[in-house]
């Protein structure tokens, strides 16, 4: 997974300033999610062990409510037109009945501020309502798409990169000071497992986590080949 800034993001969206959670059908090809594990962020989402994302869907608006984190979240506006949640709603429908593929959703996951995870690609594969807090929110579910033309013990790997939890995540961040623990570099940084997935080495533990510049790690993976 790469380590970006959001000017970086900016930049490989083509200059799209990416700002809500949800950007349905934002790029040509796919839709858009901003999502966070951090403590104080405004939504619940989570990443299961099976590298599953549940997102929890967009509050209404301040000029709707002057409590938006108190009423239900919304699949239509007053107007009568979809939300970002009903957009991705009727997505997860026409997927069920066999009309659409699944949607695909690049996700980027917040370290810190101004510092994202590139999470890659995903597909949207479903979509219900859940009571929490007292109201009713959305929760889509987001199922990793991963394209591996290599060895299954690279396809392991891959899997488990995206799985590292947030907390460790930002632990290595914080350890490593955003840089290349071997040459120092601030730029193209990746989460890096000390043992491999398929050797035995955890996604669970900081000690087994590093950043490395995409040079370090290509020229790592490559020792273990």
């Not at 993001?9 to 959670?21: A, C, F, I, P, Y």
């Not at 949800?22 to 403590?39: G, H, P, R």
């Not at 619940?44 to 062990?49: A, L, M, T």
């Not at 790997?157 to 939890?165: A, Q, T």
Request: aromatic share 10%.
């Amino acid at each position: 997974m790469n380590i970006i800034s959001y000017s970086e993001l900016t930049n490989k969206e083509d200059g799209k300033q990416v700002t809500k959670g949800i950007n349905y059908a934002i790029q040509k090809n796919y839709s858009i999610v901003l999502m966070s594990t951090l403590d104080n962020a405004p939504y619940n989402d989570r990443i299961f062990d099976t590298g599953i994302i549940e997102y929890e869907g967009h509050n209404v608006p301040k000029n709707e409510s002057s409590n938006p984190e108190m009423v239900d979240q919304s699949l239509l506006r007053p107007s009568g037109n979809p939300t970002e949640n009903g957009k991705f709603f009727k997505e997860v429908l026409n997927f069920k009945q066999g009309l659409r593929e699944p949607e695909r959703v690049q996700v980027y996951r917040k370290l810190k501020k101004g510092i994202w995870v590139d999470m890659g690609f995903y597909e949207l594969i479903d979509a219900y309502e859940k009571s929490e807090n007292l109201r009713k929110v959305f929760k889509f579910l987001l199922k990793p798409v991963i394209n591996v033309n290599q060895s299954d013990n690279s396809y392991l790997d891959i899997l488990h990169d995206r799985k590292i939890p947030g907390e460790i995540q930002q632990e290595v961040y914080k350890r490593d000071r955003g840089k290349c623990r071997i040459c120092g570099s601030t730029n193209n940084l990746h989460f890096d497992h000390i043992l491999p997935f398929s050797k035995g080495g955890s996604s669970k533990v900081a000690s087994n986590i590093q950043l490395l510049c995409a040079r370090h790690n290509l020229k790592k993976g490559a020792k273990f080949i």
